[in-house]
């Protein structure tokens, strides 16, 4: 039905709240390539008008990070892939030609040379733009990663379930 | 319309079946981390109340087999293929920092201490939930993979068709 | 309320215009394995009577390769690029045991095997079929790779906000 016919109905209808349209992507991946995936979906679903729900888990949550947080990890386990996985999302390389850090180098190079926006950029750019962003609880308590590594404007943890909800109500939702 | 407005209108409405909400994934990675979120994907979602499809593929498949079956492959690719991606589910190791299953055990070290389910323990409580599985049969014909390595209570194998009839029903559908 | 219900009704119901179904890709990866999945779920849902888009981005943007397309890159990096990832959609390797280019020579064995097509033939299937590929225009940029480089019957590149709404008009969309 129309929403002219609606208006013009000459009984009382049930008013409808207009629900938002939403968006929600898990980001798995820690790889350059797919959190620009991520981040540019999410900056244009929420310039589109969209809500958008973003879920990091496992290397998703280095996407997280304060390039100047500390190390994580308390157990030894925790420490060495603190360290093996250290650093912010300006650390993170292309899923194929990673090069030792040169494709990322590289990749940074080329990127810049086209205007398109570097990773902490677009990662603040969603936050300004009212995207949401969630740390997923079970992968940061696995990987020993705490809350106060992440930079200002990340929700507080959540589980499945809160993403699973969320997906329910978005007309499009992504794995990364 | 509300349930109540339904049930108090005075004159016969149609009956409205309610339609199962559901959830659909495609499981085409093998690795520990992927595996690890399409199950709690899964169980999350069977618990919440959906149906759940699940559809795995190429690497996806080593999720289905079970530990003991014998090696698989008639040809030399397949048995080469058998060989090299031998083993069930427990073998999966990490999409990084594998260091020749050293981080497949240091990850399920870290998961236990989190008292966080291991992969075969995730598979058995999706089947428990209801979670319905399947290979496909394309994959499990190059691969060659057959139905009888798989572990109990896997369906009977399918085609894209049904992934998408699936797909199509659910509100939401993730390619992992 | 039923097909059956509207036709005996007897005042003028709103014309329903048939909006058709739609299914929505984005295929970053340009691994064989995951080109197979992408084309396979492409070519099902376009003979199952749906609206087909495909959005390429990053590596995936070799799948839509002319084979005898010149080399790309303008820059150093774009010219080092072009080389390292350079022929057509027949030179993708699976995501696990590419050996060297062995992997994708085995499992092109396999599949012919099986009768199953081969990439470049799925490719002009899902052509044939009425699928919509599409290039992103960011990534086509930044990788330096021209449209003058795709088979024929690509469209024209789009952005991230083309996908979007077509993914807000599908009943199903993936991330590849």
Redesign the interface.
Known sequence: ??DT?VATMPFAA?VEVETP?K?SL?V?S?DM??L??AF??AT??A??G?EVTMFF???GLRALKDADAKATGK?L??R??GM??GGGIEKAGP???GFGGMGRW??G???K??N?SSLPELRDLALDLGVKMYGCQ?SM????IPQDTFVKGVQEPV???F???E??A???????
């Open positions: 039905m129309s016919a049930p349209r968006v898990v798995l820690g390539d797919k620009f995936g540019i979906i244009g679903a310039a589109m969209n888990t496992f290397w157990t386990f925790g060495m892939l093996m996985y899923s194929k030609f590289m990749f190079k080329m990127m040379s086209n398109v079970m308590d696995v990987m020993e589980g499945v379930g993403f699973l909800a997906a329910e978005s007309h499009t939702s992504l794995f990364i």
